[in-house]
């Protein structure tokens, strides 16, 4: 089992910046994928970013390339997403989550573990 625990959302005003942190725990971690998705009001889960625990891959989505950008501490066990110019559409319920996968795939349903969630919100 591994267990998440994310923090770090709140309100912030467009073109600000924000990080999301995720606690993990349990299982050897380094043989994870961890990744961050989002899911707005009446839209589907997707993919933000994701990154081996090794550090030696990572993967962003386009709609956030060159503006979030995800890393870890394996001594903290914690994994972050650093949110730069954020945009409106950037409001949703962000979340992470743990593939025990080899490479860092963008689909919800390959992934074994999800944190609660915590809230973005940009205001224009």
């Known amino acids: 089992q591994v267990q998440l625990v994310e923090s770090g959302g709140g309100l912030v005003q467009a073109g600000g910046s924000l990080t999301l942190s995720c606690a993990a725990s349990?299982?050897?971690?380094?043989?994870?994928?961890m990744g961050w998705f989002r899911q707005a009001p009446g839209k589907e889960r997707e993919f933000v970013a994701g990154i081996k625990w090794s550090g030696t891959m990572t993967l962003y989505a386009d709609s956030v390339k060159g503006r979030f950008t995800i890393f870890r501490d394996t001594g903290k066990s914690t994994v972050y997403l650093q949110m730069n110019s954020v945009k409106f559409e950037d409001t949703a319920v962000y979340y992470c989550?743990?593939?025990?996968?080899?490479?860092?795939?963008?689909?919800?349903?390959?992934?074994?573990?999800w944190g609660q969630g915590t809230q973005v919100t940009v205001s224009s």
């Open positions: 349990g299982r050897t971690l380094s043989r994870f994928v």
């Open positions: 989550a743990a593939d025990s996968s080899v490479f860092v795939r963008p689909y919800v349903s390959v992934y074994d573990y």
